[in-house]
């Protein structure tokens, strides 16, 4: 199994990012996919969240900013960010859950996004 991200990178307060989970060895449009992300001292938290069905759900601190995406065909989930500002800045990381468990089955390798003020 290996969940592959990437796209992130520098960028300025207002700026765009877009980040991928391109994902393989799992059956993805079985898996629930969640956008985590870390910053240094803090919890990991997560960003968004999106079902097989392709509903989204997203923490408050970044609803109207972020959008999360995924195209079965590739097995991939995608995190539109939008707007982005200086405490958005972590490591970035993709999540999946097999439907009907609880909590991540396989993590991702994390990617940076520095957002400078």
Known sequence: VQLQASGG?????GGSLKLSCATSGIIFRNNIMTWYR???GNQRELVATITTGG????ADSVK???TISRDNTKSTVYLQM????????AVYYCASTILGRSSPDYWGQGTQVTVSS
């Open 9 to 13: 990178g520098l960028v300025q307060a």
């Open 38 to 40: 870390q910053a240094p």
């Open 55 to 58: 509903s989204p759900n997203y």
């Open 64 to 66: 109207g900013r972020f």
């Open 82 to 89: 939008n707007n982005l500002k200086p405490e958005d800045t």
